[in-house]
């Protein structure tokens, strides 16, 4: 499987670039997996639901399925922040790609999402000068970028170049387990 990195401050795109990822790699016959980091309290399940009520009753793990889907939840019996290395193993082993949103700091090669200030975004300092994993720079402004780079600077509004990107240099985002669940 190829695993690459989202990277970018709240507002900037990763979301909207990922969600449109998805389709433009699934048009080329790829199976597509993602893992999102989330807030603290985050919730999948809503009261009244009978997969709440096992879990609030004190479930460690529920597990949902249907025909269509299927959903674990985990409760953890105290505080834990699962490593990005962790929730890919949890991962079905036949996807092709794995795109993860978040995780800025993960040791995970990744594409920095950086927007130009405007008046709809208030602009934030961009990474890719600090951080060895940064590969690719997505951006809406390469004129702006705060630093000139060798990395490649891919349209962030071009989500067919940015899937092609990922395709033509596939071999640099194969993963592999080993040593990575320490």
Same mark, same amino acid.
């Given at each position: 499987m190829k695993v690459v990195g989202f990277a970018g401050y709240s507002g900037s795109g990763k979301t909207t670039l990922v969600?449109?990822? @998805?389709?433009?790699?699934?048009? *080329? !016959?790829? *199976? =597509? &997996?993602?893992?999102?980091?989330?807030h603290h309290k985050f919730d999948i399940d809503h009261p !009244?639901?009978?997969s709440y009520r096992h879990r609030e009753a004190g479930a460690f793990e529920v597990v949902v399925a249907s025909q269509n889907r299927m959903a674990l939840m985990r409760e953890f019996?105290?505080?834990?922040?699962?490593t990005v290395h962790q929730l890919l193993a949890e991962l079905y082993s036949g996807v /092709?790609? %794995?795109? =993860?949103?978040?995780?800025? &700091? &993960?040791d995970l090669l990744k594409i920095e999402i950086w927007r130009a200030p405007s008046a709809d975004y208030? !602009?934030?300092p961009a990474r890719y000068m600090? $951080? /060895?994993?940064? =590969?690719? @720079?997505?951006? $809406?402004?390469? /004129?702006?970028l705060p630093e000139a780079?060798? *990395?490649?600077?891919? $349209?962030?509004? $071009? =989500?067919?170049? %940015?899937?092609?990107y990922l395709i033509e240099n596939q071999e640099r985002f194969a993963y592999s387990f080993e040593n990575r669940l320490a």
């Open positions: 969600e449109q990822l @998805i389709p433009a790699l699934k048009r *080329r !016959g790829l *199976r =597509v &997996s993602v893992v999102k980091h989330a !009244g639901k009978d019996e105290k505080p834990s922040d699962m /092709d790609w %794995v795109l =993860v949103e978040g995780f800025k &700091s &993960s208030p !602009g934030q600090d $951080d /060895d994993f940064v =590969v690719a @720079i997505a951006t $809406d402004a390469p /004129d702006q780079t060798l *990395r490649p600077v891919l $349209d962030l509004d $071009d =989500v067919e170049a %940015v899937a092609d």
